[in-house]
C-alpha cells in the first residue's frame, strides 16, 4: 500500500522566478572578484588556460603549460577553454573560466529537477486517491516533488564549495545527475531518443571522470532492466552502450592518432587505479565524511527506503540501486577522495524528495530547528568575523583573523554590505514565513536547510571573500616572481613545483615554463613543502646555480619556494 495520503494544498510549487533566483543566489556568488585558489581550483583553471592559448594537442591531453595531467579526462576543460575562447577577451580568462561552474551547476539542477519529475509523475508515485477527492494532480504533484529534490540537491554541504570550482568534480555531479535523468527516462517510457540521451550521458561522464563510474553504473541499469524492466533492455544495450562507447573511443583514437601512445596508456591505467580491494581506509573516510557531506539528504532518503518498503517502484530502486553501487565504488577506492562521494548526491536528493510526504510533523520540525540554530549561527558568526576585521572588535577574534593571513589589510565595501544585508533581512523574512504561518507544502521540511546555506554563502562571497581570496590566491607571491625575472629570457624549469602553483604562476606572474623536458632553460623554480615539520630541510640542488629569489605566500608557512639562475647561461 501507498505510504503517500495528501490533498491538493500540500503540492503547491514554488514560483519558477523564487526557485531560479534561489539557483543564482547559490551559485553567482563566489565567480566575480577573485583569482584562481589553491589545489583543484588553480589546477583546473590551469588546464583551461592552456587549451585555450594551446594547440591542438594541448586539447586532447589536458596539461598545465606542459605539465602533463594524464589522470584527467577532457570534457570538463574543453567546456572552460571554450568560453575562454569566448568572452575571455571581455571578462579576462579567469572570469570567464569561472562561468563554467554556472553552465554545469545548471545541468545538473536541470537534471535533477527533470529526473524527480519524471518518476513523481508515474502512477506507482502518486499519492492515495482521498474517499471525497481532492488529491493532488499527476502534473503538481510531480513539478512539488522536483521542487523539493532540486532543495535538497542545493542543501547538501558537499556541494557548495565543489561546484563553484573549476575542476572536474563540478562536471562530474552533474554527469551523475544527467545519466539518473536519461535512465528515469529511458525506464518510463523506452525509446531509441531516450536510450541515445542516456548514452550521451554516459559517455560524457566517461570524459568527466573516467570510465569506472559510467561502468558500474551501466551495469546496475542492466541488472536491474533484467530483472524488472525488460522492455528497456534492447534500448539499452543496443542504443545506450554503443553510443556510450564512441564518444570516449573517438577521443582516445584521436588522442593515440597524434600524440604519443603513451599518454593515453596512462589516462587508461589512471581509470584502473580507481577501483581496487575494499579497504577500511576508504571506508572509515566515506562514512565519517558522509554524515556531513550528503546532509540533509541521507536522512530523508534513508526514510524514504523505509516507509516505501511495501511496495516496488521505479523510483525508489533506481535511485537505492544507484547509491549502493557507488557506495561499493568508494570503498573500493584505492585511495578515495571527498569530491569522489559528489556522485552520492543527485541520487540520494531525488530519494530524499519521495520521503517528504511521509515525513512526521516531529521530523520536519527537527529538521527546521537545527537548520534555523545551526545556520542562523554560523551567519551571524561570519558578520561578527567581518566587524572585527573592520574594526578590531572582538579583538581576539580580530587577532585570529589576522593571525592567519598576516599582511592583509580590511577594505570596506559598500555594495559587498548591502548585498549581504539584503540577503540577511530575506533570511528573517523566510523564517518568519516558514514558522509563523506553518505552510503544509512538501517542500517545507526543506527550505530553510536550503536558504540559510544560500545565505551562509553569499555573505562569505561578499563580507569575507578580500580575506579569503587574499589566503588562498597565488597573486602576491606570482607579482614578487615576475618581478625578479627579467623582461626577456628562455624559459624556466621546475622542480618539486605543485600543479595549482604553476598554472597559478604562468597566468598571474606570466612565468614561461618549459614545456619538455629536454628544453634547455637558464631558470630553475623550486618548491619546498612540509618545512615547518620536524627535521624536514629544502630540497638540494644539482649544479652550478645562484639563488635569485625566494618567497612564500604570508598564509601559507609550509611551502617555499626558490629562483635559480643558471651560472654558465
Known sequence: ??????????????PRWGLIGLCLLYILPGIIRRDPWKVEDASGFGIMWTMAHGSLADWLAPNIVGLPMPHEAP?????????????????GDGLA??????????????????????????SEAQPLKLAFGGQPATYDYGRTLADGALLIYMACLGLLLRSHETAAPALFVAMIAAVLYGAACLFDRPSARSAAGLGLALGGLTLTHGCMTAIALLLTLVVLAALMYRSVLPALLGVALPVAVLIPLAWVMAHRAILPSELSELWLAANLNQFGKPSVSSLRLLFKTLIWYAWPAWPIAGWAVYAWRSQVSLHILLTSACIAVLLALGICSPALKDYELLALLPPMAILATFGLPTLKRGAINAIDWFSVMTLSAIAGFIWLGWVAKQTGWPAQLAKNAFKLAPGFKPEFNLFAM?????ASVGWILLLRWRLGRRPSVLWRAVVLSTGGLVLCWLLLMTLWLPWLNYGQSYASVADS??????????????QGLGAAQRASFAYLGKVKFSRTPEEDCEYLLVQDDGLRKQGASMKKIDGNFTLLWQGRRASDRHEFFRLFKRNDK
Open 1 to 14: 500500500m501507498k505510504p503517500v495520503r495528501l490533498p491538493a494544498a500540500a503540492t503547491l510549487a514554488l
Open 75 to 91: 570534457l570538463t576543460f574543453w567546456v572552460g577553454a571554450l568560453l575562454i575562447k569566448l568572452f575571455g577577451w571581455m571578462l
Open 97 to 122: 573560466a569561472r562561468l563554467s561552474t554556472l553552465v554545469f551547476f545548471a545541468l545538473g539542477a536541470a537534471a535533477v529537477w527533470r529526473t524527480a519529475f519524471v518518476l513523481g509523475r508515474r
Open 418 to 422: 548591502l548585498v549581504a544585508s539584503a
Open 481 to 494: 616572481l615576475e618581478a625578479s625575472l627579467p623582461a626577456t629570457y628562455g624559459c624556466v624549469k621546475t
